[in-house]
């Protein structure tokens, strides 16, 4: 099976790679570096040309009121070139929650992506995911100050950029859902006390301050971004930490 991925060397996007690869499929990466401009559409259909699979991961370069109209042109210019060139299944990766979080640009940015996609002329399938433990170090960097670090008690559930995708690798080769699968680590922490762990296991002197309106994922209601009902990844924090 032939498998285009754009967004194919980044965090997410060489992992698939590697893992569809080893598994005896045709996964092939697809950037900027290589060509492919999925805001412009320039390389865009070279890149899915005779592909079975178009797996998207790629990502807006900002988080802000910007984020939508990257979203829409890459999906727009995408779903074209992969109706033109008969794939059989688009796979995009998303967020837990993410159409429950109307405070933030960057998840209604992502929501429009998963509404596009829906609305597209390709079958489909959605993976959710929740927050990547390799990100904790951006968050925890957000609001540091000096000796102390503030951070919201949002409800986190951390999983392993190496469970992520392994999940959308196993998706992309199966049928399309024309729907979502949600994925999650296998714990849910306080998003401060997870800051707290972080910087204990590194000998890290700082401090974290409990502030709800610290941050990014302060903008969050309650445990909208984590589901224990999702398929369970079995990468554990601390496991990952060491």
């Known amino acids: 099976m032939k498998i285009a991925v754009i967004g194919g060397t980044g965090l997410i996007g060489s992992q698939v790679v590697e893992q569809l690869n080893a598994a005896g499929q045709q996964a092939v990466p697809h950037s900027l570096s290589t060509g492919v401009d999925v805001v412009s559409g320039e390389?865009?259909?070279r890149a899915v040309d005779g592909a079975d699979v178009v797996v998207n991961l790629t990502n807006s370069p900002t988080f802000d009121d910007a984020s939508p109209g990257f979203f829409r042109a890459s999906m727009d210019n995408l779903l074209t070139a992969a109706q033109r060139a008969g794939t059989g299944h688009f796979?995009?990766?998303s967020i837990v929650g993410v159409d429950r979080v109307p405070g933030l640009d960057y998840y209604r940015a992502k929501?429009?992506?998963e509404e596009i996609l829906r609305g597209g002329p390709v079958p489909y399938s959605i993976v959710r995911a929740t927050q990547f433990m390799e990100?904790?170090?951006a968050v925890l960097s957000w609001t540091a100050d000096g000796d102390s670090v503030r951070l919201p008690a949002t409800p986190i559930q951390p999983?392993?950029?190496?469970?992520?995708?392994?999940?959308v690798?196993?998706?992309?080769v199966g049928t399309p859902l024309n729907g979502i699968r949600n994925i999650g680590g296998p714990e849910v922490f306080p998003l401060d006390d997870l800051g707290r762990l972080t910087l204990s296991r590194r000998g890290d002197?700082?401090?974290v301050v409990t502030d709800p309106a610290a941050g990014m994922f302060a903008a969050v209601e309650g445990d909208v971004l984590t589901?224990?009902?999702?398929?369970?990844?079995?990468?554990?924090?601390?496991?990952w930490l060491s």
């Not at 999983?159 to 999940?167: E, H, L, N, T």
């Not at 999702?230 to 496991?239: E, F, I, S, V």
């Open 159 to 167: 999983i392993a950029a190496k469970d992520v995708a392994a999940a």
């Open 111 to 113: 929501a429009l992506q």
């Open 169 to 172: 690798a196993e998706v992309a």
């Open 205 to 207: 002197g700082r401090t």
């Open 135 to 137: 990100f904790m170090d």
């Open 91 to 93: 796979v995009i990766l």
């Open 227 to 239: 589901d224990m009902d999702a398929h369970l990844a079995p990468t554990r924090y601390t496991d």
């Open 43 to 45: 390389g865009v259909d």
